[in-house]
């Protein structure tokens, strides 16, 4: 099967040709049966395809010829590994839940099948992307769902806030993307080749062609500009401001792209291209780094923001920080299960938020929701399991995960890293609980109308969160006790041997779940029992971190005033210059031959006396020069 | 026969000026039918060359001659010979069907020109045939004239079709691009007189200089010469690719022609230039070129950064898509400074790529204009709605133009920065600057267009009729396949670019 | 016993007389003499050269009959073009010919 | 035998071998004269410019069989080398005559529309003038050169006054006559000091003399060079004696006009070059650095004094001072080597320039007189609209403008192609880049035409527009115009292998 692994993007492309065929005359039912059908497919597959990599490890990468360059070749194919394969079930799972979802989310929009359409071209894309086997090809692809997530942020065309925040996603994760291009065109003029496999022996030899730069320093290099690719992509610090804003899609959207799948892709990229980071300490830890603060970063951020989507946006960048924290102290598998995990307990979230939205119509704003339990029990229960899988709260997925994330910063002895692990963790608890007592409990703060409308959402919407709520609980067993930490097996098959489980710690399962219990009762106190008032925190003391916190330290204003006004000035003087300099110049030259025109037309004034004068001193000025010339008379 | 074939490709638009000048002028459809006709023509020939091209040779095919004139004296007691001279190789292939796919769409396109119909067909194929001649002659005399051919019906498509400062873009234009020529000229000259120190004949065949110039001795034709020669070369290319600072004409001249001549302008004939370029600068003068590979990457990249800061900032559609075509082509000069393999693919790539993003911008400009009666992004918004087909095409654009993946734009820029990287890799890194802003502007500007809600005024517009359905979409078609599947171009100029960086090493 | 230089001087000054005349006189007679001047200053050197030359010879002084005939016949098409002018304009001052001018 | 000293009998058979052409012209001139005393008023306008014709074409027969003399018997001479019988005398003489055969042709017009013109008269002078052209290019002695130079000038002063009752013509004439008559005098003064350190009046003994003498006499043998330069430069409109041309020009009548802009400025080229290069040639190499910066700022500020220009025919003056540049440089190449080969080369480049240059000011002044006349003012305004009044006095004027643009396919392109080359092969790279950057700021005025030509409306679309006649006279210069402009540009192996066919001198 695996030889045939290229068939999982082909049905979402053949859906997405169909879908663009059809075009807006399509029925609703007829457009989601498609796209649903061909998503489904792709997860048979793709699960056929994990479980014979399971039996058989991994594949050889199939290579057809793409274009010559004159004595090079470039290839496209793919290759299925492990780390491939179990991307392609997550993704080809999570996506047909979503397509179903989208049925009656979307239902009754002008351009629904438009919707389904880029989202069938973005799985295609996603897929794509998971079975590249070379830099080249994950490029491309990479730029694809780049793309899709553009069209699908700003779906909603006519409203200025979605162009807008579409624009921005595309623009802040290009800066990243520019970093992987440069890193992965020194990569090709150092090595020949695109091909991961052909990347990972030279970087493994040390053997480049290049000769400004040291190999040692060399991989450090590629490995950062590798890694600015995923910094956008992931919405790391400081590229992470475009992902909150993308929130102004559609909630399928946000589950589908921005939580589960193309956001890990810069996850997914520095874990396939791991060797070239694990032969360079300084990226390793600049990834660490970079990772931790994100984790805690968006986490504080998370704390204090009112739409329910930004919430659980904050808190993906917040868990994709602890991904890029894991691969950056070498905890491979651990970062690998939290993104396999984290993409179901996160699209659970995100699309339990989007029944709320639902039903609310379109309202995001959690100060006005409130007690919607008794109106949602399907939704509550599975944003609940969601919100404890998120948490860490044994057995839910979110501890195993994040349970060995942990270990493997503590085990880094990097303890500044674990701590700050520790404090993400209370805060992530600590605010979808807030999210989910503000929305779930209580009284309803909305307007009357639009409670008497809330409802439950149908099977269609439901079912959905069924599974992911089935799969947030159960997908954390595949890398525990129970299964014999049966996910670092099949992961470190393909012959990767980075992070294997580290050593257990035993206080380290009751310290992370206390510390979640911790956020949770702290959350439940403020917002259940009210017996702490988070208004008056907010205005008293700790008023300027939570103004700090409520405008996201600022960042966008910092952005705004120091890079992109800065950027649009240089535009204008230099159109300034453009216009008044570099093609003054030609119309001076222009206008001064015209003026000089002018200047002989004029001297041409009728007097034949005149002529006569020039002509006699043009005679008079050619003797002298020519006198001159020859060194006087003699 | 098949060695005509590139005769009736030039003189098939020269014969239909001749007609369209008998047509009754009140007949408007007549002129355009032949016009139509006469480029639809001249297309499938282009096509037929292609399809009889044998893509393994590096040298000229399709070979056509007839002594023409006969200068006797002219140096050192020697007669310089000028052949009607045509042919065509894998590097001008791509050039002359990109010229063939342009010229009949942009005839197509001009259905909206109203005002002195005849006419305004008339210089049109008289453009195109200076458009065609350039990139299938192979004597260097023969290419001047084309190339002056051009600028006649130029300053008059300008001149009388054009916006509201026409009468000054429109000799900008002409005096411009005039006083390139005249250094083309001295250049060309100078090439054929060294050549035939080496030789012992005088020739103005490119392919024949070429030949003395690789096996001349240095101490014949010395260094300093090549070099000096490509520096009168590389300013006429400056002006005739509009590159900084001598790019002021093109913005002017994109915002002030009608759509239809602003696609011909920059799909084809911003062109010659890089033609130019590659043909005269790579494949005569290599030496020159490498001498002078840091400043021509240094200018490549201050037009990458330079124009795309300047697209930024623009109001108007016509004149942000010249911008961004000056900094596209500033990827070509990087490539072609490179002087390897990928980057000179890289810099052809991308002189045809931009051409066809060029045509298919230009195109929907027009027809976006010609709906809502204007180019000034700030005036439009909200196009999705009324025009959503026309809106998608233009999105598609946008995107080809900023790099996507999947179209051509991606596949000349990967190419050209690989060569880049290679040998500067500082000046290539800047370089990569104009990908991320080109992804600003275009994004924006498109947003503007099409985003947002819809204003009252707009909301009637239609969407794109029939007719403007084969342009789009052909040219799309091309840019995806050029994008998908590279090879198709790739193949072609393979054998010459080996050619050229074999010469470079030997 | 006059030299060379006595007699090109005087050329020399009858030329500049000439010249200044031609292009300071606003009658057009005076212009049409002061030119004849010029030429008469031309024809002094010529007959000095071929009295006094280098290489004295004939030419100078055939030379200078062929240029008082051409000098007659100018001046002769001069004054007749001066009469169309006068007819025409009324006026024979070089300064009001101006009808033509930018 | 002594040729200074010593007598020589001639005899009518040695005048009529040498001045064949010459002769005729006068005799026909005089038989003009005395039928006009002899027949009516009315026969004789009618019947003079025929005699005119016949004789003037009876001339060309003549100094076509010449040609043929020169070929077989070798180049003749008559009394002493005071006139020659060679290619270069009879190549220029055919130039002389045919301006002068289209000027009469275009005169026919003329004297129809203008009863007060005397019509006897103008045309023997048109004769004389032509003889004394004639004498300049064949005369090798300064003595004959200054009379010729005075016969044509002379001439010329009556034929720009002829317009009777004309103010302009008569303000012209006198601007001409003062001017004309310095540089008489300048041209006489500078002979007499040539004369007075060689002693010698024949100019290849006079040459032969001043290469002796150079080293001891240089200032005053190169003030008599620069004082017949400066003379002969204000027959030939070289910047800054330039300026009575365009006052001469517009008073002139069209036929004059022509007239003065083709015969006379090219005998002035055939008597400049017959001077200098016998004269001079062994110290071209220090002298021809004048002639340089003559070329150059006459190309530079013939061309942009145009620019200004509303007046066509003042235009056509400023014009035709800028091509008097390009002339002069085929004379300052040969500062760079006076070889046989060299001298050829710049002869035919002159030669072959005029001839085109002929042949376009021709066709241009016959189609401005028709036009102007229709519209009663002499304004580029006047030719608004002619493509829509006459499509092929539209063609026809675009092609003349274009050839004297330098546009490709036309005599004026080649002509000026061949000047470079022959720049180019002397090395003088920056002149030959002169050649053509002024040619393209001269695109500004020469399309500020065609413009006009085309784009301009005389009327609303739709009305009918009066059609602009032509009269067979002009309409036969037109296509004389055409047939030679257009030739010369796509065949001009057609002139070029007569040229190389020469025996220029002896």
Known sequence: ?634 | MTGNLLTFIVLLPLIAALIIGFVPRSNQGQARAVALIATALSLLLSIFVYAGFDQDLAGMQYTTHYEWINIAHVYQDKALTIGFDLGIDGLSLPFLLLTGIITFLAVLASKNIQHRVKEYYLWVMLLVAGLYGCFVALDLFLFFLFLELTLIPMYFLIGIWGGDRKGAVATKFLVYRGIASAFVLVAFVALAFKAADATGVISMNMVNIADAFAKASPDLITAAFKQGIFLVLLLAILIEEAFFPFHTWLPDTHEQAPAAVSMLVGGVLMKIGAYLLFRIGVGILPDAVQYFATLIALIGVINIVYAALIAMVQKDWRRLLAFSAISHMGVVLLGVAAMNEAGLQGGIFMTISSGLLSGLLFFLIGAIQERTGTTMIGALGGLSKPMPILSGFLLAAALGSLGLPGMSGFISEVLAFIGAFDAFPVLAAVGTLGIILAAVYLLWAMQRTTYGPTTAALEGVSDAKAIEYLPMIVLTALILLIGIYPSILGDLVNPTILSYVTGIGG | MLSVEQFLTLAAILFCIGLYGALTKRNIIIVLVSIELMLNAANINLLTFARFGLVPAINGQVFTLFAMTIAAAELAVGLAILIALYRNRNTSDVRDQDLMKW | MNLTTGFTTITFSDVWHVMAPELIMILAGFAILLFDLFVSKGTSRRLSPWLGVVTVIVAIVLVIRNFGVVAAEGPGQLSNMLYVLDDYGNVFKLIFLFGTLFTLIMSIDFFKKNPLVAVPEYTYLLLFGTVGAMTMASAFDLITLFVGLEILSISSYILVAMRKGNSKATEGAMKYLVIGSIASAFVLYGMSFIYGITGQTNIALGGQMIAQMWMEMQPVLLLGFLLMLVGFGVKISLVPFHQWAPDTYEGAANPITSFLAVVSKAAGFALIIRTFIWGFAREFGELYIYLAIFAALTMIVGNVAALAQKNIKRLLAYSSVAQAGYLLIPLVTLGKGTNEHNIWLALGETVFYLAGYLFMTMGAFAVLTAVTREAGNETIDAFRGLYKRSPFQAVAMSVFLLSMAGMPITAGFFGKFYIFLGAINTGLYWLAALLFVTSAIAFYYYFGVLKAIFAGETSEEGTAVPKLGLPWSLNLIVWIGLIGTVGLGVFPNLFLDVLNGLHWFG
């Open chain 1, 1 to 634: 099967m695996v030889e045939y692994a290229w068939l999982v993007p082909l049905f979402p492309l053949v859906a997405y040709l169909l879908l663009f065929v059809l075009g807006r005359r399509a029925q609703e039912g007829v457009v989601t049966a498609i796209a649903v059908l061909a998503s489904l497919a792709a997860f048979v597959v793709s699960l056929m395809i994990l479980s014979e990599v399971q039996a058989n490890g991994p594949g050889a990468p199939y290579m057809f010829h793409w274009l010559t360059v004159g004595s090079y070749t470039l290839s496209m194919g793919y290759e299925v590994t492990a780390l491939n394969a179990m991307m392609l079930a997550v993704v080809t799972f999570v996506s047909t839940l979503v397509f179903l979802f989208s049925k009656s989310y979307m239902k009754g929009d002008e351009r629904f099948v438009v919707f389904y359409q880029y989202l069938s071209l973005f799985v295609f894309s996603m897929l794509g992307l998971v079975i590249s086997p070379n830099l080249l090809q994950v490029y491309i692809f990479w730029e694809l769902v780049g793309l899709c997530s553009f069209l699908l942020v700003g779906f909603w065309y006519y409203k200025p806030e979605a162009a807008a925040a579409a624009k921005k996603a595309f623009i802040v994760t290009r800066i990243g993307d520019v970093g992987l291009f440069i890193g992965i065109m020194l990569l090709f003029v150092a090595t020949g080749t695109f091909d991961y496999a052909g990347v990972f022996q030279a970087v493994e030899s040390k053997n480049f062609a290049i000769d400004w730069i040291s190999p040692e320093a060399f991989i450090t290099l590629v490995a950062i500009l590798i890694f600015i690719g995923a910094i956008g992509k992931s919405a790391q610090f400081p590229l992470h401001t475009w992902l909150p804003d993308a929130m102004e899609g559609p909630t399928p959207v946000s589950a589908l792209i921005h939580a589960a799948t193309m956001v890990a892709a810069g996850v997914y990229l520095v874990a396939r291209a791991f060797p070239i980071f694990a032969a360079s300490e300084t990226a390793l830890t600049v990834i660490a780094v970079i990772g931790g603060i994100t984790a805690i970063f968006a986490a504080l951020i998370g704390l204090t923001q009112n739409d329910i989507k930004r919430v659980v946006a904050y808190s993906t960048v917040s868990q994709l920080g602890y991904m890029v924290m894991a691969l950056g102290v070498s905890a491979y598998v651990a970062s690998v299960f939290h993104l396999m995990t984290h993409a179901f307990f996160k699209a659970l979230l995100f699309l339990a938020a989007g029944s709320v939205i639902h039903a609310l119509h379109h309202n995001q704003d959690i100060r006005s929701m409130g007690g919607l339990w008794k109106k949602m029990p399907v939704t509550g229960w599975t944003f609940l399991i969601g919100a404890l899988a998120l948490s860490g709260i044994p057995p839910f997925a979110g501890f195993w995960s994040k349970d060995e994330i942990l270990l493997g910063a503590y085990a880094s002895g990097n303890t500044l890293l674990f701590v700050i692990g520790l404090i993400a963790a209370f805060c992530t608890a600590f605010y979808i609980f807030r999210v989910f007592f503000m929305t779930f409990t209580g009284e309803f703060r909305g307007d009357k109308d639009t409670w008497d409308h809330a409802h439950e959402s149908g099977p269609v919407m439901t079912i959905p969160l069924v599974l992911l709520a089935i799969m947030a609980l159960v997908s954390g067993l595949f890398n525990s006790p129970v299964t014999d930490y049966a996910l670092a097996d099949f992961l470190q098959a393909g012959g990767l041997h980075y992070g294997a489980h580290p050593e257990h710690v035993s206080w380290m399962p009751y310290v992370a779940t206390l510390v979640a219990l911790a956020g949770i009762g702290l959350a439940y106190l403020m917002y259940k029992t009210k017996s702490i008032n988070p208004e008056r925190l907010a205005n008293g003391a700790l008023r300027p971190l939570y103004n700090l916190s409520y405008n996201k330290f600022y960042v966008d204003e910092i952005y705004h005033y120091a890079i992109v006004l800065p950027v649009v000035w240089i535009g204008r003087i230099l159109n300034f210059i453009d216009k008044w300099i570099v093609d003054g110049i030609v119309r001076l030259v222009g206008q001064g031959t015209y003026v000089g025109a002018l200047g002989l037309k004029y001297a041409q004034n009728g007097q034949v006396q005149t002529y006569g004068l020039i002509t006699v001193l043009g005679a008079v000025v050619l003797l002298g020069a020519a006198m001159y010339a020859i060194g006087g008379v003699r």
